[in-house]
């Protein structure tokens, strides 16, 4: 991003480039975004969007970049508050992965052909931050949890299960498979991810 948000007028038309981005990609598809479509149904000049974002790439990247904050911050106010609950460690669990689901896979808040293209273009350096702090988190929640049931947390347990979780997400996005959103699919990753943690 060449020019960061300082201002109130600033963050409101970053705002506007990013939904006018999500929608041409849900409307028109991903082939059809540019800079100068962007511009325009934003309702800004194609200079104002240049002092941004010199590339449509540029505007994805960013939006994946706002996407993963959102959803890091939301898994950990999420796992602060069950924790606080003394809720059940399997009911937390579920929770987290369907909130990765619903932010990476179906799309709540960037819709789901915006998604598909983020991962079909396989921004390494986001991926793996996102899987990292996955990582981080799941190390956190399981020290949080702490109980017979749950084993120690290892590097290659964490390892395994945040990179499990990811990929098989990034798969059904890609595929636009009718599994994301499905009941089934969430129950078959809690069942992997708890096997995982879960002492035999």
Same mark, same amino acid.
């Given at each position: 991003m060449r020019k960061l948000p300082k201002q109130e007028r600033a963050r409101r038309t970053i705002a506007a480039i990013f939904?006018?981005?999500?929608?041409? #990609?849900?409307?028109?598809?991903a082939e059809a975004l540019s800079t100068n479509k962007v511009?325009? +149904?934003?309702?800004? *000049? =194609?200079?104002?969007?240049?002092?941004?974002f010199p590339t449509k790439e540029a505007i994805v990247v960013a939006m994946i970049a706002?996407?993963?904050?959102? #959803?890091m911050a939301e898994l950990q106010s999420m796992l602060i508050s069950a924790v606080q609950a003394? +809720?059940?460690?399997? *009911? =937390?669990?579920?929770?987290?992965?369907?909130a990765l689901l619903s932010a990476l896979g179906t799309g709540s808040h960037l819709n789901r052909a915006m998604v598909r293209l983020a991962w079909h273009m396989d921004h390494h350096e986001q991926v793996a931050q996102a899987q990292r702090e996955g990582t981080e988190h799941l190390a956190i929640a399981l020290a949080a949890?702490?109980?017979p049931a749950l084993r120690a947390p290892t590097p290659a347990m964490l390892f395994v299960a945040t990179r499990a979780v990811i990929?098989?997400?990034?798969?059904?996005?890609l595929e636009?498979?009718?599994?994301?959103?499905?009941?089934?699919?969430?129950d078959e990753l809690v069942r992997m991810v708890w096997r995982l943690v879960s002492v035999d």
């Open positions: 939904e006018a981005t999500a929608q041409i #990609v849900d409307s028109e598809g511009a325009r +149904r934003a309702g800004v *000049s =194609i200079g104002t969007l240049y002092q941004y706002q996407e993963r904050l959102r #959803v003394s +809720r059940d460690p399997q *009911s =937390i669990l579920r929770d987290r992965i369907r949890w702490k109980g990929g098989v997400i990034r798969s059904a996005s636009n498979s009718p599994l994301l959103g499905s009941p089934e699919l969430e």
